[in-house]
């Protein structure tokens, strides 16, 4: 049986962000104080072939800045991030206020409302389902505070 490792590249760029990585065999951390943690290693390692270091590390900046930081961060939360900075470029540009933004989020409650649609996180649901639908969600309840951020660094036109 060959054993489960960690791509290099994916512990490097998790620990930039202060996230530890952990094998599906590992036991979650359990006490107050651990890092945010994540078994998500296939989802950010795919990401990283896929769109590149700095791309990935503005997902998990965002993900991780939140405050309270997530205990565990899952898959879904992580691609529907990408989702949202890969089709709305201008929100990476300025991921000081996509980070701020996402901080008046609960993003916990939004993940639950995003399990409560029909083939969006259900026990039938396929993974890009899930995906999608979880980056609707967090993109309806981002859009307005999105808005109120960028009125500041727009120009009046």
Known sequence: MEEQKIPES??????EVGIKPRLGSEPKGSFADAPTET????TIDGLLKRHGREHVWQVLFAASTVNPPP????????A???????????????????TDALERLDLDELQDTAKRFP??????????SARS???????????????????YWLPNL
């Open 119 to 128: 083939r969006c996180g259900g026990p039938t649901a396929e993974r890009s």
């Open 39 to 42: 078994y998500a290693i296939q």
């Open 80 to 98: 529907a991030l990408s989702d949202l900075l890969l089709t709305y470029p201008e929100w990476s540009k300025r991921l000081g206020t996509f």
């Open 10 to 15: 994916v512990v490097n760029l998790c620990a």
């Open 133 to 151: 639908g979880l980056a609707a969600v967090i993109y309806w309840a981002l859009l307005p505070l999105m808005e109120e951020e960028m009125q």
């Open 71 to 78: 205990k565990l961060l899952q898959a879904s939360l992580i």
